[in-house]
C-alpha cells in the first residue's frame, strides 16, 4: 500500500466509528477494501468478547490479523516446498536440470 511518495492518493476511510485520511498508493478501492476489512474484524472482536474499549477492540483486531497473516505465509511456505519438490521429482523423471527449463 506504501510507496515511495510518488503519485500519493488521499482516501478518507471510516473504522470502528472513526474517520482517517490515508495516503497511500493510487488505488483508493484497495485502501478502502483494506479499511473495512479492518472495521469488520474489530466489530466482530467486539461482539465475540463484548469488548467495548476501542484500544482494547484494536489490539485484539491487531493480533487476529496477525494470526491469520502468519497462518497463511506458513500455507505459502509450505505450498512453494510442495512445487520445489515436485519440481525436482519431475526432473528427475525427465532427467532434466535446472537449466534445461
Known sequence: MLNDGVNMERVQVEIYGQAYN??????TA???ELAAYVDGKMRAIEKGTGTVDPLR???LTAIT???EFYHERKRCSELENTAGNAVKRLMELTDATPDDI
Open 22 to 27: 490515508i495516503k497511500g498508493g493510487t488505488d
Open 30 to 32: 484497495y485502501t478502502r
Open 57 to 59: 477492540v484494536a489490539i
Open 65 to 67: 490479523i496477525a494470526d
